[in-house]
């Protein structure tokens, strides 16, 4: 254990510690079904309509609509 508090991947853990930690006792604001909700709500032209230089599936649409919520400052 002591060797990966000592190498460079430390950072990272320090990173996923703190997500971990974050996630499990500051109870953060799950937009999941709200997302679900607004795509489901959308035409089929709305849906095809985000603009990316690669086609994206319906799971990474909702991502980037999640990350563009007020309050959504993580993503798991």
Do not use: W
């Amino acid at each position: 254990m002591n060797l990966v508090f000592k190498s460079q991947d430390a950072k990272a853990l320090q990173i996923f510690a703190k997500l971990s930690t974050d996630y499990l006792f500051e109870n953060p604001t799950g937009f999941e079904r709200e997302i679900e909700t607004e795509y489901d709500g959308q035409s089929v032209s709305e849906k095809l309509a985000y603009s990316s230089p690669i086609p994206l599936n319906r799971e990474q649409l909702e991502v980037l609509r999640a990350i563009a919520k007020e309050d959504c400052n993580s993503l798991l």
